[in-house]
């Protein structure tokens, strides 16, 4: 398996299987359900564990928004093309 390309996905308790889209900060990565692909949750994770916040389908395009200008002022073209095709297929 390809490091670069590899899949994450958590269970949440209410909402099953989540398919983690992004990493959004430190400790901090945006998820949606996995087949829908509607609802789309912050997960941030410390020491007590993860917290869920679920936020809606604009806030998440934004937040991706922000990651790729973020991937592309800091010079990481592979992983802006794999975010990008990602954003491509949840958002467009």
Do not use: C
Not at 10 to 33: A, C, M, R
């Amino acid at each position: 398996m390809n490091p670069d390309h590899s899949e994450t996905y958590i269970n949440h308790p209410t909402w099953g299987l989540l398919y983690k889209i992004s990493i959004v900060d430190d400790n901090q990565e945006l998820f949606t359900t996995l087949y829908a692909q509607r609802l789309f949750f912050l997960v941030t994770s410390d020491v007590k564990g993860m917290k869920f916040q679920s936020i809606g389908r604009t806030e998440a395009r934004m937040m991706i928004e922000n990651r790729l200008r973020t991937l592309r002022r800091s010079g990481k073209p592979q992983e802006y093309d794999q975010l990008q095709g990602v954003f491509q297929r949840t958002f467009q």
